[in-house]
């Protein structure tokens, strides 16, 4: 439905290097990237051999991918992917048959097609919706082909083998969701219950948390370990606050307190000017965004984050609000720092600066008798009395 299927692999992996090749990828180069996914979830080399096996197999499950209110800035991060590029996934790994925005058929012909699809391989393909659902006024603020969203999502999650909710509209409702949410958006979650929704949010996320969901399920026919919000633990487990690069500043107390001042600038903790990553649960800095590397990401590059994969944070919290901390709060364990000019102000900061020129001023005093041959004790008795 999409384009025509360029050669793939024909499925044996003992075939030399420079036979196999999966999206411009070969053998060798395409099982380091699998292992180096079932590495990011925590699974072992040999998990990372299997999902390569699932992977370079014939059968590839069909996959519907339904659009709501939303921006296609999940589908756009796809785009953007190139370990494997969006080629390999939608050819190679899956076969994409329903797409709104990637379908080269389009009007009848795609809804016929999709229909199609779903009744042919009931119980078989994945189903994948982007943007929240409105739901008010019997759901008329989001139709396609006739269809209201509400519709459109029940009706291809009841033949679904598995459901993705990608990005933090399908997976929270979004901002369309924020008050006074006029359409009445939900979560796909909320349209579907009883179901099993897996969660990929961010606003938007990264696409290799959604590509190594996608290979767990094609490799083990199950989801990965999810949380309490049905999120990926491999990519949702750790917050952000305890991978980010400014995270000492904020253990010493160095703090930015607006845009472009002197800590700003000097890259400390932008928690004062609202960063919600003591809150969040990501991978961000950990994996960064579009393949540059280090610091790719919101905080790395000068920004708060706000959030965008946690449930009643992001587009519901003003970005200019402090983040409720989950760890412990400076300056309770830690003297704050102020950097600037002249001493601490903070008085827990001032005790132990004292206190370290006591020890000093002490082990001076020690030095010096000892120099003199006398014994610390009767150096000290021999002082006159005040």
Known sequence: ????????????????????????????????FCAGVAATMGLTQAAGLRMAEAAAAQARPPVIWLHGQECTGCTESL????????????????????????SVGAGHQAEAHKQKIMQENKGKYILVT???TPTKDNGIY???????????????????????????????????????????AKPTQDIVPGKVVINIPGCPPNPYNFISTVLHLLTFNKPP??????????????????????????????????????????????????????ETYANCPAIGFGDVGFGSWPVGTGHPCFGCTEKGTAFHKPIHSLATVKTHTPPTAFPTVEGAKGWPADPAAVAIIAGIGGVLVGAGAVAASRMRGTPADEDEKSQPKS
Request: charged share 25%; proline share 5%.
């Open 1 to 32: 439905m999409l384009l025509a299927p360029r050669l793939r692999a024909n499925g044996n992996l003992s075939l030399p290097s420079n036979e196999l090749t999966i999206g411009g990828m070969n053998r060798r180069e395409f099982t380091k």
């Open 79 to 102: 785009l953007r992917a190139e370990h494997p590029t969006l080629e390999t996934l939608i050819l190679d790994l899956i076969s994409l048959e329903y797409h709104e925005t990637l």
């Open 130 to 132: 982007e943007g929240g």
């Open 142 to 184: 989001c139709k396609v082909g006739g269809k209201t969203q509400v519709d459109q999502v029940r009706e291809a999650a009841e033949g679904a083998a598995a459901i993705i909710a990608i990005g933090s509209c399908a997976s929270w409702g979004g901002i369309q969701s924020a008050d006074p949410n006029p359409t009445g």
């Open 225 to 278: 370990d999810l949380d309490e919000k049905n999120r990926p633990k491999f990519a949702y487990g750790r917050l952000i606050h305890e991978n980010c690069e400014r995270r000492p500043h904020f253990d010493a107390g160095r703090f930015a307190l607006e845009f472009g001042d002197l800590g700003h600038r000097q890259g400390w903790c932008l928690y004062k000017i609202g960063c919600k990553g003591p």
